[in-house]
């Protein structure tokens, strides 16, 4: 288990080329909390040391803000932050108590338990920005593709970051209520950084990308499609920081303490400009580009019907194999 603060400087898109001509927003001067909070720093004031496990993407924007200005600290908490090649490598680490907290997305830990994980969710990740249309992913195709909707893709080679995703479970049920087969899509397994390429060079007939590669996808003459995370549901809770339930039941005062810093660094990412100039404390992405990408929502409060209706999609389209999906036992 690491101890010393460590943020880490990595690049969520270092192969990125961008051209964009956005110029820079000041980010205001923060002000973190005074004293350590009680319950989580020891009798003489000691912070508690703990180690979070992420990807280097946008969505996690607002933990490296809180941790770049103190609040984290101003809650007893010592937090180093550890960049993961992949999200299915989190879930072991928090699992083995590698980490004391994870970020990852909902679908993804509803399958891991179903795997046999013992986990929870304790605090929101991020949320879709209600609009399909601008959403801080979405479905693109290349130009002059005849591609114009859902039901076209039928049949079709769609580029997702990973196999049995929210991303696929999304293109599915969008197929699926277009009138197309679902079944049919054929789904390619790829980072997102791959996908331009890939979707440029006629790899694939469309892509789920994220930004910022959905701005570069943008930018090199892609069509959207407009299905996104929003298309599922207007405020789509995307993915959650968890714990195991062990460690969330041996260590409450801990976990109220992170939740307490992340609900006060959610209202410093509010300011979108912060949020934007937060970026660069993880990221090589340009000032240009961080101004040009959408954002997602970040907002404290956990909302149960995105869990259920993501365990109702995986269990539909079969990616546990048989396996039961139990929302309620991923909330806390």
Request: charged share 20%.
């Amino acid at each position: 288990m690491r101890h010393a603060k460590s943020i880490a400087v990595a690049a969520a898109a270092a192969a990125l080329t961008f051209t964009l001509t956005a110029c820079g927003s000041e980010a205001p001067v923060l002000e973190p909390s005074a004293s350590p909070s009680p319950e989580a720093a020891g009798a003489e004031g000691e912070l508690t040391p703990i180690t979070v496990g992420v990807l280097p993407i946008i969505d996690v924007a607002p933990l490296y803000l809180g941790v770049e200005e103190g609040v984290f600290e101003a809650h007893g908490l010592e937090v180093e932050i550890v960049k993961a090649e992949s999200g299915p490598a989190i879930v072991p680490a928090v699992a083995s108590g590698e980490y004391e907290f994870g970020f990852s997305n909902v679908t993804s830990l509803l399958l891991a338990q179903a795997g046999g994980e013992e986990l929870q969710i304790v605090a929101p990740g991020n949320y879709t920005t209600e609009d399909p249309a601008a959403d801080f992913g979405n479905t693109v195709v290349p130009a002059g593709s005849a591609i114009a909707g859902a039901a076209d893709l039928a049949g079709k080679k769609v580029a997702v970051n990973a196999p049995k995703s929210l991303l696929q479970a999304t293109i599915m049920s969008e197929v699926e209520k277009a009138g197309g087969d679902p079944e049919s899509v054929t789904f390619v397994p790829m980072p997102f950084g791959d996908m331009p390429a890939a979707l440029a060079g006629g790899d694939v007939d469309a892509a789920m990308v994220m930004e910022p590669f959905l701005t570069l996808s943008k930018e090199q003459g892609a069509t959207p499609l407009d299905i996104s995370f929003a298309s599922n549901q207007a405020e789509l809770l995307v993915a959650g920081y968890f714990a195991t339930d062990e460690y969330a039941a041996e260590n409450p005062e801990v976990v109220e303490a992170f939740i307490a810093a992340l609900t006060e660094s959610f209202e410093l990412a509010s300011d979108e400009a912060t949020a934007r100039e937060a970026l660069g404390l993880y990221t090589t992405l340009e000032p240009a580009v961080r101004d040009a990408i959408t954002l997602p929502v970040w907002k404290a409060e956990l909302d149960d019907t995105s869990v259920e209706l993501q365990a109702e999609l995986a269990q539909k389209f079969n990616f546990s194999e048989g396996a039961e999906l139990d929302a309620a036992g991923l909330l806390p």
